[in-house]
């Protein structure tokens, strides 16, 4: 009977609306799958129906919404799968119900408005261009995720007829890098490593380093980028600069099971809250770990994975006074008439650090953008704060992850962006790619 009660109250939902259930399918016979938007009313999926009565599924963006909005054949992905059970579900009126029973028509499926805003998408998209990688936009505020871009791409239109080609495409292409893919952050993971060492060292504010272009300990030599060579630095500084010596050295003064502790806590080897599938972010340093690893790792290096969804979340919580909230793509269903069904409460997911934390961070941030790596978002229309990452992953030299994760207007935060380059040759930047997103906002 317990078991009843738990089943009819937290997993009965989670049945009706998996994929996998073939009983959501048969819905089809009497209902028109229902139509999805995004927040504005602009149609990212449609049925069309034939005057033979077949239907065709539309994607009227093509490749732009691909992997968020998804697709409903060969399987479904993205809110496609998501909101399957609500796209067959017909809560119109009564009377037109029965007029259509009488008439031996199909009933129309509701209508999922999303959170998604297609001028926004649109941005990163060609932002994006066409070089492999990942956007993600959210409202720190509301948790509304606003856009989320995958490259390579496809175009949900031609599924079914190019599905050999596309799942066994050597790129991934049906992979949501977003969500799923699993990078090296590089220096944007400086943001959690100076989040510990303020923890461990109240007066943070007084620390200084004389960086000389390279660090060397236990037979491991770090350089900073290009060698450069930042000189006496501060705390502040060393982020601004994304001085790699002085993490380093910050790295090899932390300790390694506080360092764990703090990056379970902005959510590294757990659940994360999404509504599509992801893959978790992976920390692998223990107390066990050598000075190279220790270097290596706070600086964004070494083992550490992550997506650029995560590090959106992580961003985010940083904008909002150290308050995540819960991410959502669907802000409502309503019947085709345009009657709400139903709404998603903005809720708290975690307190990822306190206030006074997430403030100090966030000024850091900025001035990455004043005077450090992410200059050219400085002296725009909107004020933004930031930080800049180059993720090595392989022997070759010349190409590096490009990161960038930020917020504009610093003072009410109200964007957040997380963006991933796959192997750019130096001239493809992600902060470039945030800069036109944010132009393109305001």
Not at 15 to 34: D, E, F, L, M, W
Not at 122 to 128: F, I, K, M
Not at 247 to 263: A, E, H, Q, Y
Not at 327 to 337: C, E, H, Q
Request: with cysteine.
């Amino acid at each position: 009977m317990g078991y009843i009660g738990y089943f009819q109250v937290k997993k009965s939902q989670e049945i009706i609306r998996s994929p996998y259930n073939a009983r959501q399918n048969s819905n089809a016979k009497r209902v028109t799958r229902g139509t999805i938007v995004d927040r504005n009313g602009n149609v990212l999926a449609k049925t069309d129906t034939a005057a033979d009565g077949s239907e065709t599924r539309e994607y009227p963006y093509g490749n732009v919404f691909a992997h968020v909005v998804g697709y409903s054949v060969q399987g479904k992905s993205g809110i496609e799968s998501l909101e399957n059970y609500d796209l067959l579900t017909s809560d119109e009126n009564f009377l037109i119900k029965l007029k259509n029973e009488f008439q031996d028509k199909k009933n129309m499926g509701d209508t999922v408005v999303t959170t998604l805003d297609a001028d926004l998408q649109e941005a990163a998209y060609q932002a994006l261009g066409e070089k492999k990688g990942a956007v993600v936009v959210m409202e720190p505020k509301t948790g509304k995720i606003l856009a989320m871009v995958s490259k390579p791409d496809f175009d949900p239109n031609t599924v079914e007829s190019s599905w050999n080609a596309l799942s066994t495409d050597e790129n991934s292409v049906l992979l949501n890098r977003a969500t799923q893919g699993q990078y090296a952050p590089g220096s944007t993971f400086k943001v959690v490593t100076l989040l510990e060492f303020m923890r461990e060292n109240p007066d943070y504010s007084s620390y200084s380093y004389n960086c000389t272009g390279s660090i060397e300990n236990s037979g491991i030599k770090i350089h900073c980028y290009n060698g450069h060579v930042h000189g006496q630095v501060s705390l502040e500084e060393s982020l601004a600069y994304s001085c790699n010596t002085s993490f380093s050295n910050i790295g090899l003064s932390l300790d390694p099971v506080k360092f764990k502790k703090t990056v379970e806590e902005v959510l590294f080897d757990s659940k994360l809250p999404s509504d599509l599938p992801y893959s978790k972010s992976s920390f692998t340093m223990d107390s066990s770990a050598g000075n190279g690893t220790k270097m290596m790792t706070a600086m964004g290096q070494g083992e550490t994975q992550v997506s650029p969804y995560h590090m959106a979340l992580i961003t985010s919580a940083v904008a909002n006074g150290g308050k995540l909230m819960k991410p959502y793509l669907v802000d409502k269903v309503t019947n085709a008439s345009g009657a709400v069904m139903k709404e998603t409460d903005q809720k708290e997911y975690k307190q990822l650090m306190t206030a006074e934390e997430a403030a100090r961070i966030k000024e850091y941030m900025k001035s990455v953008v004043d005077y450090g790596t992410a200059s050219v978002l400085s002296g725009q229309s909107y004020t933004a704060a930031g930080k800049t990452g180059t993720a090595e992953y392989s022997s070759d030299k010349e190409k590096d992850h490009s990161w960038f994760i930020g917020m504009s207007n610093v003072e009410d935060p109200e964007l957040v962006v997380s963006v991933i380059i796959e192997a750019s040759d130096g001239t493809a930047k992600a902060v470039n790619v945030a800069k036109e997103i944010f132009d393109s906002y305001y």
